[in-house]
Structure formats: C-alpha cells, structure tokens
C-alpha cells in the first residue's frame, strides 16, 4: 500500500486547513486509515483515526476542530482542522493498516504561526 499525503502549509492561527491521504495498491475492505502528527522534539502521536465501516476517533487535543473522513471509495482519507492552533504545528503522516499490515506515509508540514 503506499499513501501519499498533501495538503499542509503555513496558516495563520484561528485559520483553516485540509489534508489529504490517497492510498493506492493492495487495499483490504477492512481497515483502518489514521492521521498522526509529530511536532519538532515530541513523539508521533495520533491525531483521528477513521475505519472501513465510518468509525472514528479524536484525540482530545484536537475534538471539536477537526473532523476525519474518507472518499466514497474509501481510497482517500481527509483531515478537515478549523480553528488552528500554534500547537498544531508539526508533520502530518497518514497510517493504513489491515490486520497485520500497516504502512506510513510521507509526511506533509502544518505550520500554524500565532
């Protein structure tokens, strides 16, 4: 599977931002896709999470200003973040998984300035 994200910029905070993740290649119909950012000196963590059937999941820090979702086709997985905060700045990588599979993304830079 390879996964490739898009989307991030430099945004002023209070603005807007929408990310993108198409994934191409051996996709399961079970699975789950995920956004994971790593700012500058922290670990990777998870941002929303989204499976096959719709389900989704937020971390706390990021509840109320992002939503996740994925194309009809369940091959592109979107990050729609309002709201932005200095805090939201970092890498932004996409995550597939699939039982025992799991891949990663390259990742796409999220600036947000205060």
């Known amino acids: 599977v390879q996964l490739q994200a898009s989307g991030g910029s430099l945004v002023q905070a209070g603005g807007s931002l929408r990310l993108s993740c198409a994934a191409s290649g051996s996709i399961f119909s079970g699975n789950t896709m995920a956004w994971y950012r790593q700012a500058p000196g922290k670990q990777r963590e998870l941002v929303a999470s989204?499976?096959?059937?719709?389900?989704?999941d937020y971390a706390d820090s990021v509840k109320g200003r992002v939503t996740i979702s994925r194309s009809d086709a369940k091959t592109t997985m979107y990050l729609q973040m309002n709201r932005l905060k200095p805090e939201d700045t970092g890498v932004y990588y996409c995550?597939?998984?699939?039982?025992?599979?799991?891949?990663w993304g390259r990742g796409t830079q999220v600036t947000v300035s205060s």
């Open positions: 989204i499976t096959s059937t719709g389900n989704t």
């Open positions: 995550h597939y998984s699939s039982g025992y599979r799991a891949y």
